[in-house]
């Protein structure tokens, strides 16, 4: 493919453990096994499809439904493998296997043994969810048939505490399989694809959480609101009804999880805060809830970051998508439906700077832990912030030997990302004086300023957009 951007990582490693089954494994077990997770929508499906267009073998691409249906699910795998490109894909004309144990042992007896090919498991978590003993007569066809053949099994899934439990010690599939996990496009990802200077890429990374199905339908060039003003007036665009649709699959309507994760989506973060606007749970309800958010990876739970322990916990929404999408999108889909996405972008225009701002940080200090060089001082091993249950003092960066306890704080920073504001000298006196209230930090502690717009003072290194992109390059 044409069109096709990033994930070069992730096809080389698949062509490495396909070819790895061309020149055979120990004891004749060339066969090799994939659990391929990520989020919804980041692009795992259309990977396996170009990688296997790439690899050009005999392949079979099975995606399992989300009917609760065991015998839904044999029939549509017995679909695929009859039109697979299979060698014994004529095999599945003549039988309709009534258990994963016939089909799957049709499906060995169908591979071709003398080159290599590609089986491909889409939403593997449906067929588990339907048939408990699905992983298991999974792992024993494994073990007996397909790990004997040149085959390469990719089992792809979205739910990303399922498909990481399935490698667990106590499991059927207990190292049996490569884990590899597959992330949305990344900002330099999203430069690229759009034709961004470093800002704006950070800007569009921040509305589209680097989903593809999003960014495709970004014109090459666009600024933020020149893609917005487009995307709110159409009520069927990737922007407006990715969002739904990935809250649909995880949650029913009407779950309690998803009441708490729109509290959070709406901007609240501590426990008592979210409790009152998920409509007054009682504390052991929100407890549960939190606890199947964060399991799922759709909130992370955040903890101050210093010498002291401490247990102002906050929850935010993981995916910066889907945090764009409940604050500033879900909650007004109405007025797109009936004409008026004119008032949504208002909205968005008048909310824009200050959620930019929260939204940000996250982003930068991942840059900042990944970036090369020597930007944070040697013994880093962590990057996070601080706050108090007043937010006096709230600290953008805190760098440290380690989380969520240090021993030692390496950095302490400050993050300034406003249009034609630079860092300032009442920027810098403010960060000197939150660093005196940081458990941790001295006078002696090195100062550092993220800045989209520059600084104006001496003596603080200050990191620019484009520095922060180079994290990802």
Known sequence: MDGFIGRRRELAALSRMLGRTETGGRAGRPGRAVLMRGRRRVGKSRLAEEFIGRADVPHLFFTASAQPSLQADLALF??????????????????????????????????????????????????????????????????????????????????????????????PFHQRATEMVIPPLNPAEVAEMLSLPAADAFDAYLVTGGLPLVLDEWPEGDGVFDYLGDAVMDPTSALLVSGERALAAEFPTGAMARQVLTAIGSGERSFSLIGRAAGGLPQASLTRALHLLTTKRMVDALVPLSTHPSRETRYVVADPHLRFWLSLLGPYLVEVERGRGDLVLERIKKSWTAWRGRAVEAVVREALFRMPGSILPEGTGAVGGYWTRTNDPEIDIVAADRAPVAKRVTAVGSIKWLENRPFDGHDLARLVLHRSLLPGADDTTPLLAVSRSGSTVDGVPTIAPEDLLSAWR
């Open 78 to 171: 017995t679909d695929a493998a009859r039109s697979s490109s299979l060698p014994g894909a004529r095999a599945f004309q003549e039988q309709s296997p009534q258990t994963w144990d016939a089909a799957l042992h049709l499906l060995a007896a169908a591979l071709p043994t003398d080159r290599p090919s590609v089986v491909v498991i889409d939403e593997m978590p449906y067929l588990i969810a339907n048939d408990p003993g699905f992983e298991g007569t999974l792992q024993k066809v494994y073990d007996r048939e397909l790990s004997k053949r040149p085959v390469l099994l990719l089992c792809i899934g979205s739910d990303l505490a399922m498909m990481e439990a399935l490698n667990e010690y106590g499991r």
